[in-house]
């Protein structure tokens, strides 16, 4: 799902979720893997201050294992409760129980000393388009999908999902908006193919792409390819164009259609697992003081 946004869109999204948000004791944030911070839209930490936070780093099956898990630490630190999800495929989903739990836990309590017993968490998902928050939704409620209806005098309007005796998740997600007026956030994010590819063509993309690859993750095209990798991004292209049988008129190599199965696959995961950005790299771009604990 491609979204173009308007200033309109995004006042429109904040409102409601500030609404919403006002009905639920813990957000959970779904970010992809791939871009944890890309994904990531900042907003979201003033609306939803002084709520229990989950970042749910989904699509972990499409980012490298070793970057995903220190990001997970990295998050951890900013006081976030962290899960890995496939929510495509169900693994990690189950864990979010156990998750909701922790993050709630002095909610609990309190409610606990106040005389109340039993009352769900409420839960509410959010995160930027594509990111996988229907597809999460679903496969955490599963079978067990029992809509509760409105709750008087709460809830007008909302529909909600038990998904337990402890839980109940708002069924429909709250959509942030991408900060793509950053360069190389809008580059990650059509990296993904989570925006529009209208701030590079195919070919320009695949490009960057391959000299990111070339960059972070030497030897993964070539391994895929079967080709030689070279430092001119071009001659990559061009290697897989011949290799792939991508030809044009006069029997020139096709670079576009090399482009397109180049991205294509990359989008799949048939290249490999990669993560796009790094938790010690972002660090140090953003503030001056490095957090010592990031660097190790
Ligand atoms: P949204 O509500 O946040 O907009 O996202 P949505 O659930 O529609 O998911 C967007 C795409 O991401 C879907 O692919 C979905 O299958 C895929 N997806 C969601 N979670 C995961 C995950 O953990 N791993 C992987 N690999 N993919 C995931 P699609 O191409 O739109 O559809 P399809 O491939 O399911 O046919």
Not at 3 to 11: C, E
Not at 115 to 140: E, Y
Request: aromatic share 8%; net charge neutral.
């Amino acid at each position: 799902m491609h979204f173009q946004w308007y200033p309109g869109h995004m006042t429109k999204a904040k409102r409601m979720m500030q609404e919403d948000i006002k009905l639920i004791d813990v957000v959970i944030e779904l970010v992809d893997a791939r871009i944890p911070l890309s994904s990531k839209n900042p907003d979201i930490d003033q609306i939803a201050k002084n709520k229990s936070r989950i970042i749910l780093l989904n699509k972990y099956d499409l980012a490298s294992q070793q970057q995903t898990n220190a990001w997970k630490s990295w998050f951890e630190e900013k006081g976030f409760f962290v899960a890995l999800v496939n929510s495509k495929s169900g693994t990690g989903v189950k864990n979010v129980h156990e998750v909701i739990q922790q993050a709630c836990k002095e909610k609990i309590e309190r409610d606990r000393k106040r005389g109340i017993m039993n009352r769900p968490v409420r839960a509410m998902v959010v995160g930027i388009p594509n990111v996988g928050k229907s597809t999460f939704i679903n496969s955490f409620a599963g079978r067990a999908c029992a809509k509760t209806g409105n709750k008087p005098g709460v809830t007008k309007g909302k529909q909600w999902i038990r998904l337990n005796k402890n839980v109940e998740l708002l069924d429909t997600p709250g959509i942030l908006w991408p900060k793509f007026e950053d360069q190389l956030v809008g580059l990650r994010l059509a990296f993904i193919g989570s925006i529009k590819e209208e701030i590079l063509n195919m070919s320009e993309l695949s490009l960057e792409l391959i000299k990111f690859l070339h960059e972070h993750y030497k030897g993964m095209l070539a391994n895929k390819y079967e080709i030689e990798e070279s430092e001119d991004s071009l001659e990559t292209l061009t290697n897989i164009a011949v290799k792939r049988g991508c030809k044009q008129k006069g029997d020139l190599p096709d670079i576009d259609k090399a482009a397109s199965i180049v991205v294509d696959d990359f989008r799949n995961g048939r290249i490999g697992r990669v993560t796009l950005e790094f938790p010690i790299f972002e660090e140090k771009e953003e503030t001056e003081e490095v957090d010592e604990t990031i660097k190790e």
